[in-house]
Nanobody, 115 residues
Framework: QVQLVESGGGLAQPGGSLRLSCAASRSIFSIYTMGWYRQAPGKQRELVAD???????NYGDSVKGRFTISRDNAKNTVYLQMNSLKVEDTAVYYCKARRVGLAYWGQGTQVTVSS
């Protein structure tokens, strides 16, 4: 079992920044791909960014150039730095750990972008 706990959500103004954190209950980054997903009201959950075991990253088209995913192996924590936030970034953001045949989700953290 893996527990994932997100933090760092909140209210930001358009053009502002937030940093989300996802703390894993144990050291898993060498065997799990870590990702951030989001779900806005009435929409499907979508990939925001992920980082593979080898450190390679992948981003959704809508956040490329604005968001950055990173990880701190010593702290078992994955981060999502969100810059140049837009109103349409408003959603619940979820952390996910996945490998073949297994996936774990965090409880989600709300991000609201509004003036």
């Amino acid at each position: 079992q893996v527990q994932l706990v997100e933090s760092g959500g909140g209210l930001a103004q358009p053009g502002g920044s937030l940093r989300l954190s996802c703390a894993a209950s144990r050291s898993i980054f060498s065997i799990y791909t870590m990702g951030w997903y989001r779900q806005a009201p009435g929409k499907q959950r979508e990939l925001v960014a992920d980082i593979s075991t080898d450190g390679s990253t992948n981003y959704g088209d809508s956040v490329k150039g604005r968001f950055t995913i990173s990880r701190d192996n010593a702290k078992n924590t994955v981060y999502l730095q969100m810059n140049s936030l837009k109103v349409e970034d408003t959603a619940v953001y979820y952390c996910k750990a996945r490998r073949v045949g297994l996936a774990y989700w965090g409880q989600g953290t709300q991000v609201t972008v509004s003036s």
